[in-house]
C-alpha cells in the first residue's frame, strides 16, 4: 500500500465515525479506557509522597511561566494513547458483511374483493370495504416470499394487480380501492371466482390460494358460482371464502337531514360454505373488524410457505491497525524518555 493512502486510512481509523461503525467482539473491554488517566493521577500522588524537596531561592518574587513547559506532558500523552489504543485493539473492532438468500417455493395468493355498493354498510367500521382494505393490507404485510394478485367485483369482475411479490405496488392498487369503481353494480361471484381461475390456472406454484371477500350473495354475471368455484378445484385453487357483515338491520349513511340511515342485509352463507367446501377450503363470517382481523390471522396460519433463509456473514477485524497506533506510540513514548523532555530525576 502507498505511504499517502497507508496514511489516510491511520488517520481514518480515529474518527468517530469509524469507531462508532464497528461492532465489537469484547466491548467490556473498552470500560478500562477511564482507567488510563486514573493511572497518571496514581502514579503522580506516589510520586509526590516520595519526591525530596529541597527549598532553594532563586530570584525574589514567582517565576514567569512559560508556554514551553507544558512540552513535558508529552511523553505522558504518548503512553497514555499508547494504552488507549491497545485497549481498542484487544476489544476486537469487527465489521460484518451479512448476505442473507432465499431458497425454497412461496404460494400464490389472489385476493377477490367485493366493490359493489352494499361494501358502503357500516356494521364494520368506518364501512365494510375499508376494513376489508385494512385488514387486507395487514395479510400482505405478514407475507414474504409469496406472489398476490388483486381482482375486484361487483357486477363485472377485473383482475387489477397481477400476481407479484412487489407488495409496495400492491399496496397501492388496494389502497385505490374505492365504491363505485365498477360501474355496474351488483355481485357476480362465479365471474370474479372465473376471473380469478384464469389467473391462477397456469401457475406452477405447487399451493395456489384464493381468498374471496363479499358480504351477499350472487346477483349478476353469467357463471354459476358453485359451478365456478369446482372449475377452479380442477386447477388446483384453494378457495377460502369470507362473509362480511350482520344480517338484518344495519346502518347505512345519512340522509338529507344528517339522520342515519338503515337496511336490512342478509349474507348467502349457504352458498358461501358451498363454495369453500368445493374448493377444499373454508368459510369464515366476520360480523365485526375484530373478527375479521382474526379470520386473516387464521389464514396466514394455515398457508405458509416453505421459505428457508440462509445467511453468509463475513467478518474483518480492524484490530491490527489499532495494534499498529499502540506499539507506534510506545515507541514513540521510549524514544522521548531519552530527550529533554523528560527530567530523569523524577523517573
Given at each position: 500500500?502507498p505511504w499517502p493512502d497507508a496514511l489516510t486510512s491511520l488517520l481514518d481509523s480515529v474518527r468517530y465515525s ?46 514567569p511561566r512559560d508556554w514551553s513547559t507544558l512540552l513535558r506532558f508529552v511523553p505522558d500523552v504518548m503512553l ?215 379470520i386473516f390471522s387464521q389464514i396466514n396460519r394455515y398457508e405458509k410457505s416453505e421459505i428457508k433463509q440462509t ?37
Amino acid at each position: 500500500m502507498p505511504w499517502p493512502d497507508a496514511l489516510t486510512s491511520l488517520l481514518d481509523s480515529v474518527r468517530y465515525s469509524t469507531l462508532a461503525s464497528y461492532s465489537w467482539e469484547q466491548p467490556r473491554l473498552l470500560l478500562l479506557m477511564p482507567l488510563v488517566p486514573l493511572l497518571f493521577v496514581v502514579r503522580w500522588i506516589l510520586a509526590r509522597r516520595r519526591r525530596s524537596r529541597l527549598g532553594v531561592a532563586f530570584v525574589a518574587g514567582q517565576l514567569p511561566r512559560d508556554w514551553s513547559t507544558l512540552l513535558r506532558f508529552v511523553p505522558d500523552v504518548m503512553l497514555a494513547l499508547s494504552l488507549c489504543f491497545g485497549i481498542v485493539a484487544l476489544a476486537r473492532p469487527q465489521r460484518t458483511d451479512e448476505r442473507v438468500v432465499q431458497t425454497g417455493e412461496g404460494i400464490d395468493i389472489l385476493l377477490v374483493v367485493d366493490v359493489s355498493g352494499s361494501m358502503e354498510l357500516q356494521d364494520l367500521r368506518p364501512n365494510r370495504l375499508e376494513a376489508a382494505k385494512r385488514v387486507a393490507r395487514e395479510f400482505i404485510d405478514g407475507r414474504q416470499g409469496d406472489r398476490i394478485g388483486l381482482v375486484v367485483f361487483a357486477g363485472d369482475a377485473y383482475s387489477l394487480a397481477p400476481l407479484t411479490t412487489d407488495y409496495d405496488l400492491l399496496r397501492d392498487d388496494l389502497q385505490s380501492l374505492r365504491l363505485g369503481m365498477i360501474p355496474n353494480d351488483g355481485t357476480a361471484i362465479g365471474t370474479a371466482l372465473g376471473v380469478a381461475t384464469n389467473r391462477l390456472r397456469d401457475s406452477r406454484s405447487r399451493t395456489k390460494v384464493c381468498i374471496l371477500i363479499s358480504d351477499g350473495e350472487n346477483t349478476a354475471g353469467s357463471l354459476d358460482p358453485l359451478t365456478s368455484a369446482q372449475l377452479a378445484h380442477a386447477y388446483g385453487l384453494k378457495l377460502y371464502t369470507i362473509g362480511l357483515g350482520q344480517d338484518g338491520i344495519v346502518p347505512y349513511g345519512t340522509d338529507a337531514a344528517g339522520r342515519p340511515r338503515y337496511v336490512d342485509t342478509r349474507l348467502d352463507e349457504t352458498t358461501m360454505r358451498q363454495l369453500a367446501q368445493a374448493g377444499e377450503g373454508r368459510f369464515f363470517r366476520a360480523t365485526d373488524n375484530a373478527g375479521l382481523r382474526q379470520i386473516f390471522s387464521q389464514i396466514n396460519r394455515y398457508e405458509k410457505s416453505e421459505i428457508k433463509q440462509t445467511r453468509y456473514r463475513n467478518t474483518q477485524d480492524y484490530y491490527r491497525t489499532y495494534l499498529f497506533w499502540c506499539v507506534g506510540l510506545w515507541l514513540l513514548w521510549l524514544a522521548l524518555k531519552n530527550t529533554f523532555l523528560t527530567n530523569a530525576l523524577e523517573d
